[in-house]
């Protein structure tokens, strides 16, 4: 199974990056235009971005691991009608110097596909650009 690892550095409290990747507020603002987030582990997580033929696609899924402002684990549903379903992200979050450390290690069958996790790949550099831009209000 093949897995997309991304890395960004935030100058932002642990804190202030964690509400942003584990609260609805907080993905709106960087990863999706709308989102759900039961903030705990079995919990439920949905977000929803507007396909290329402007139809809303979700994908939803179980929470694995909710540690306050280190690990998030979500295992997206094989049945959502996203790009993501059936594949599991990672989030890890660590203080580093003056600065806040993101890991993501997303994974999943369907990044076996080369075109697939290029695309993904590409999603995750923008993605988390947009996560840094919005917390350092670049």
Same mark, same amino acid.
């Given at each position: 199974m093949s897995a997309i690892r991304r890395q960004v550095s935030i100058e932002k409290s642990p804190r202030a990056v964690w509400t942003a990747l584990s609260t609805a507020e907080g993905l709106k603002t960087w990863l999706c235009d709308d989102a759900v987030v039961n903030g705990a582990t079995a919990g439920r997580f949905g977000i929803v971005n507007e396909g290329d033929d402007g139809e809303p696609l979700e994908d939803s899924g179980r929470i694995h691991t909710f540690r306050p402002t280190s690990k @998030?684990? *979500?295992? !997206?549903? #094989?049945?959502? #009608? /996203?790009?993501? #379903? /059936? $594949?599991? @992200?990672? !989030? $890890? *979050?660590?203080?580093e110097g003056e600065e806040t450390v993101v890991n993501v290690v997303h994974s999943g069958p369907a990044f076996d596909d080369e075109a697939v996790r290029a695309e993904a790949d590409d999603t995750w550099r923008r993605a988390l650009t947009s996560l840094r831009d919005s917390l350092e209000g670049g």
């Open positions: @998030l684990e *979500v295992a !997206f549903d #094989k049945n959502s #009608k /996203g790009p993501w #379903k /059936g $594949t599991h @992200l990672q !989030f $890890t *979050v660590a203080r």
